[in-house]
């Protein structure tokens, strides 16, 4: 099928740089007022990094002092040490408290055990408490001459 | 050159600069508009990215060595919001799920509504076979059809070489052609 005279036309308009009509147009007086809005624009984003410097500065200096970025997350760093520590911490009092207390109420093993006879006589925290400061070489000594 | 020499340094003389700049804004706003209007069609988009290329060119004008021409400096600004644009755009619109109006359709319903089009009907088949072609190319096309740059001054904005150039143009000719092939 033949191209159309218009397309024909469009087809030649590749091969040579166009002339004269452009089929887009501006407002009226848009490039007239165009320099005036760019400047006023300027104007306007200067005076918005400006105030956001300002801001910056007014919170800085409201606090004490200045404090550098790096010891700020230094601070950090150790907040959250320090937050990890504690709940740590509560976990452990936590499930000791819960430990012993389960422990109170179970009865103590006593198959076995010769030399330990006297312990349900004693307070069980005080035999733990021992227990646990009693040096390897110790425990074995304990062992071997209730034998 | 001269003039242009002069315009360079009353730039960067902070006393006569603001002045200068708007003697800038005067020499260098219609074929900017141009070159942005070709790439994304839309009058108020065209606005809205021409004042931002004048923005950054004035927040930049402080590293502009004067290596390169001013209208050279100041394509190369314009293209790069023109495609940072249509990027930006391509992706509001694939994140809202929205109609692609990239597409040969959308580009006729566009411009039939735009009141700021007078283009007729081969006009319009033309656009859309422009605005089919990658960005990049597109943008190449542009250069040279409408604005009639030189490859020499396109490698300059570009920064593509001109060899490149003239084989993405040669490129951008024969899918146009072939377009109004197809709707023969």
Known sequence: MPMTTDKLHTHRMMQTPPQGHSPFCVPDGYFASLQSRVMDSIKQTENRQKQATQTTTTCRTSSAQLVPARSRQGQRFWMRIAAAAIFTGIFSVVGTTLYRQHTDDTPLPTDNITSMSSITDIEYNDDLLDYAMLSNSDIAYYLTSAE | ?184
């Not at chain 2, 001013?70 to 809202?96: D, G």
Request: glycine share 4%; hydrophobic share 35%.
């Open chain 2, 1 to 184: 050159m001269h003039y242009e020499q002069d315009l360079i340094q009353r730039l960067s003389d902070p006393a006569t600069r603001e002045q200068a700049f708007g003697t800038l804004v005067q020499k260098f706003q219609e074929p900017l508009y141009w070159q942005i209007r070709h790439m994304v069609l839309d009058h108020y988009d065209t606005d809205d990215i021409l004042q931002n290329v004048f923005i950054k060119a004035w927040q930049g004008l402080d590293n502009f060595r004067g290596d390169s021409r001013l209208s050279t400096w100041l394509y190369r600004i314009a293209s790069n919001e023109c495609l940072n644009f249509l990027q930006r755009q391509k992706q509001t619109r694939l994140s809202l799920s929205l109609t692609d109006d990239s597409t040969s359709d959308g580009i006729r319903l566009q411009l039939e509504s735009d009141p700021y089009f007078d283009g007729d009907e081969t006009e319009i088949q033309l656009q859309q076979a422009i605005q089919s072609l990658p960005p990049k190319q597109r943008q190449v096309f542009n250069m040279k059809y409408f604005q009639e740059l030189r490859y020499e001054e396109m490698s300059e904005i570009l920064g593509t070489s001109v060899g490149a150039l003239k084989a993405s143009y040669h490129h951008a000719v024969n899918k146009i052609t072939a377009f109004f092939k197809q709707l023969d």
